[in-house]
């Protein structure tokens, strides 16, 4: 049975008018599942409208009530990760434990912004001039707008809600079209911690969605996640129109593994960065740079572990690697193996033959035995590339699939060069035994997340998540302390009390001597 997924706006679920739906599947079966409405120009001004009285109300709240309420918020989300989780990979296709990582991810945010009567402490110097004192204040921008990807249905809105509301903000999210039921569970339970009724919108739809949000000028600031085009894009329109925006994109995370590796770690950090949630990951790692005499014995190193990965339904008990998100991405991703194959690159694994070691059926049976998960599903195994060379598109393009490619390199100074010159910066991740190599890769690397034999560097809530270059487009980083002065302006007040009897005119500019 398909159900209906609708909009969630004055603290309901609200059926769409627009008469555009798009449908949604569980990617492990191939089965439609649902459908969702697509929000016309019309619909999204009414849920923008919605969100402008709350505004203003909520930026009223005191700070105690906001993080009373962001405190009940935490709890319900914890006790919800289960659920929650099962919601996600109905949709998206990723196994339980991950959904749940996911969720838990999304919670570290929720729990950096229950601090926010610390996180808007503003600054006070007394006596600047005679009498006169400076103090800095933050305040909210009103209603910010957030448009979200499919890969982290739930953690990504996560990122921005939290500062966002706690900041005194009213948030509107635009979640992927493709798995959007985690964002009317978030919308319940942020209802039942005690939220007041548009404070926080979710509008379901389709590019048309974007665009109202764009053109509207009561939406102040826009933060986005998703491919670079699509982040370019949104930058470019949103700042033109006045507004704030943060736009963060695609990504081709490299992994530099140096000849004194501990092979058995690299190798296993690849294979779990590379297929972890199909690889339908920003973090993920796409590219693995072996410099010197380690590339033969990290290659197989890698092409021995990949049959022992379960792949098959992620909500199947034992399973590591779920489906991809649509029929036509399995296609794409499946394209460009090919596509590799035709320009001089080794497929060492072919994925595009299934998995290695078989599926695991859905009830969790004997890998290899077939089950619903290997007649219908959305499914790709796990890929390896050897002999890649930049000019490729599997080199070139984000693949945002289970497909690792191995570059050969002859020296460091040669893998600096190739990550550097990459349009992508995202992510990166150094393995080397030698604290000084480390060190001078986290200097000379120019991407925004550097790993040090941690290959999917995500910063923790209390720093701040984002990219370079083409991956990200705008000034601040996303979450933790940049989140915070992302959605709040910062005011100077100068106050003097003076005593009436003492007042003169003074033409001459201020002085504080
Ligand atoms: P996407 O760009 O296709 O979609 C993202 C959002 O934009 C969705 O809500 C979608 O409805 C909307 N959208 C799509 N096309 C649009 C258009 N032409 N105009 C306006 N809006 C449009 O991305 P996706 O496929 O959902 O997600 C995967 C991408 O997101 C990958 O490129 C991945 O690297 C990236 N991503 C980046 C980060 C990061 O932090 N940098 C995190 C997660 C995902």
Same mark, same amino acid.
């Given at each position: 049975?398909?159900?209906?997924?609708?909009?969630?706006?004055?603290?309901?679920?609200?059926?769409?008018?627009?008469?555009?739906? &798009?449908?949604?599947?569980?990617?492990?079966?191939?089965?439609?599942?649902?459908?969702?409405?697509?929000?016309?120009?019309?619909?999204?001004?009414?849920?923008?409208?919605?969100?402008?009285?709350?505004?203003?109300?909520?930026?009223?709240?005191?700070?105690?009530?906001?993080?009373?309420?962001?405190?009940?918020?935490?709890?319900?989300?914890?006790?919800?990760?289960?659920?929650?989780?099962?919601?996600?990979?109905?949709?998206?296709?990723?196994?339980?434990?991950?959904?749940?990582?996911?969720?838990?991810?999304?919670?570290?945010?929720?729990?950096? &912004?229950?601090?926010?009567?610390?996180?808007?402490?503003?600054?006070?110097?007394?006596?600047?001039?005679?009498?006169?004192?400076?103090?800095?204040?933050?305040?909210?921008?009103?209603?910010?707008?957030?448009?979200?990807?499919? $890969?982290?249905?739930?953690?990504?809105?996560?990122?921005?809600?939290?500062? &966002?509301?706690?900041?005194? $903000?009213?948030?509107?999210?635009?979640?992927?079209?493709?798995?959007?039921?985690?964002?009317?569970?978030?919308?319940?339970?942020?209802?039942?911690?005690?939220?007041?009724?548009?404070?926080?919108?979710?509008?379901?739809?389709?590019?048309?969605?974007?665009?109202?949000?764009?053109?509207?000028?009561?939406?102040?600031?826009?933060?986005?996640?998703?491919?670079?085009?699509?982040?370019?894009?949104?930058?470019?329109?949103?700042? #033109?129109?006045?507004?704030?925006?943060?736009?963060?994109?695609?990504?081709?995370?490299?992994?530099?593994?140096?000849?004194?590796?501990?092979?058995?770690?690299?190798?296993?950090? #690849?294979?779990?960065?590379?297929?972890?949630?199909?690889?339908?990951?920003?973090?993920?790692?796409?590219?693995?740079?072996?410099?010197?005499?380690?590339?033969?014995?990290?290659?197989?190193?890698?092409?021995?572990?990949?049959?022992?990965?379960?792949?098959?339904?992620?909500?199947?008990?034992?399973?590591?690697?779920?489906?991809?998100?649509?029929?036509?991405?399995?296609?794409?991703?499946?394209?460009?193996?090919?596509?590799?194959?035709?320009?001089?690159?080794?497929?060492?694994?072919?994925?595009?033959?299934?998995?290695?070691?078989?599926?695991? *059926?859905?009830?969790?049976?004997? *890998?290899?035995?077939?089950?619903? &998960?290997?007649?219908?599903?959305?499914?790709?195994?796990?890929?390896?590339?050897?002999?890649?060379?930049?000019?490729?598109?599997?080199?070139?393009?984000?693949? !945002?699939?289970?497909?690792?490619?191995?570059?050969?390199?002859?020296?460091?100074?040669?893998?600096?060069?190739?990550? $550097?010159?990459?349009?992508?910066?995202?992510?990166?991740?150094?393995?080397?035994?030698?604290?000084?190599?480390?060190?001078?890769?986290?200097?000379?690397?120019?991407?925004?997340?550097?790993?040090?034999?941690?290959?999917?560097?995500?910063?923790?809530?209390?720093?701040?998540?984002?990219?370079?270059?083409?991956?990200? !487009?705008?000034?601040?980083?996303?979450?933790?302390?940049?989140?915070?002065?992302?959605?709040?302006?910062?005011?100077?007040?100068?106050?003097?009390?003076?005593?009436?009897?003492?007042?003169?005119?003074?033409?001459?500019? *201020?002085?504080?001597?």
């Amino acid at each position: 049975m398909s159900t209906r997924i609708s909009h969630w706006v004055d603290g309901t679920v609200t059926a769409g008018t627009s008469g555009r739906t &798009a449908p949604v599947y569980n990617p492990a079966t191939g089965l439609r599942s649902g459908d969702v409405d697509l929000a016309s120009a019309a619909e999204v001004q009414r849920a923008v409208a919605s969100a402008t009285g709350a505004a203003r109300e909520w930026r009223s709240t005191s700070l105690s009530r906001r993080s009373a309420i962001l405190f009940a918020f935490r709890q319900l989300l914890h006790d919800a990760t289960d659920d929650l989780a099962k919601v996600i990979t109905a949709e998206h296709g990723k196994v339980l434990s991950d959904a749940a990582a996911e969720v838990g991810r999304g919670l570290e945010n929720v729990e950096y &912004a229950c601090g926010v009567p610390e996180l808007l402490k503003g600054g006070f110097s007394e006596q600047v001039s005679t009498g006169i004192d400076v103090y800095s204040i933050r305040q909210p921008l009103g209603v910010v707008a957030g448009i979200t990807p499919f $890969n982290f249905p739930a953690m990504v809105p996560l990122w921005m809600a939290a500062n &966002a509301i706690a900041c005194g $903000n009213a948030f509107v999210l635009k979640p992927s079209e493709k798995d959007p039921s985690a964002s009317l569970v978030l919308a319940e339970l942020w209802k039942r911690a005690g939220l007041p009724d548009g404070v926080f919108t979710v509008v379901q739809g389709d590019r048309v969605a974007v665009d109202a949000l764009i053109e509207h000028p009561d939406v102040a600031a826009i933060s986005f996640v998703g491919s670079t085009p699509v982040a370019r894009s949104i930058y470019e329109r949103g700042t #033109a129109r006045g507004k704030r925006v943060q736009a963060l994109g695609g990504a081709k995370n490299h992994m530099l593994v140096l000849p004194d590796a501990d092979l058995d770690l690299a190798a296993d950090a #690849a294979v779990s960065a590379a297929y972890g949630a199909a690889g339908e990951r920003c973090m993920a790692i796409s590219v693995a740079v072996a410099v010197g005499g380690i590339g033969d014995r990290f290659v197989e190193a890698i092409a021995a572990r990949i049959p022992k990965l379960q792949i098959g339904d992620g909500a199947a008990p034992g399973t590591d690697m779920g489906p991809l998100i649509t029929a036509e991405h399995r296609d794409k991703v499946a394209g460009y193996i090919a596509a590799g194959e035709k320009s001089g690159a080794k497929v060492v694994v072919d994925g595009r033959d299934g998995p290695a070691g078989g599926f695991v *059926p859905s009830d969790g049976g004997t *890998p290899g035995s077939g089950g619903v &998960a290997a007649e219908g599903g959305f499914f790709v195994g796990a890929t390896l590339l050897d002999g890649v060379t930049p000019d490729m598109s599997v080199y070139t393009d984000e693949i !945002f699939g289970p497909v690792l490619a191995v570059v050969r390199a002859d020296t460091y100074e040669e893998a600096i060069e190739l990550i $550097n010159a990459n349009p992508f910066a995202n992510g990166t991740a150094i393995f080397t035994r030698d604290g000084g190599a480390a060190r001078r890769f986290q200097f000379d690397v120019e991407v925004g997340m550097v790993g040090i034999n941690v290959p999917i560097p995500t910063p923790v809530a209390y720093y701040s998540f984002g990219g370079w270059r083409n991956s990200l !487009f705008g000034d601040t980083h996303m979450y933790g302390p940049e989140g915070v002065t992302f959605y709040t302006r910062g005011k100077v007040v100068t106050s003097k009390w003076p005593d009436p009897a003492t007042s003169t005119i003074d033409l001459g500019f *201020p002085t504080t001597r």
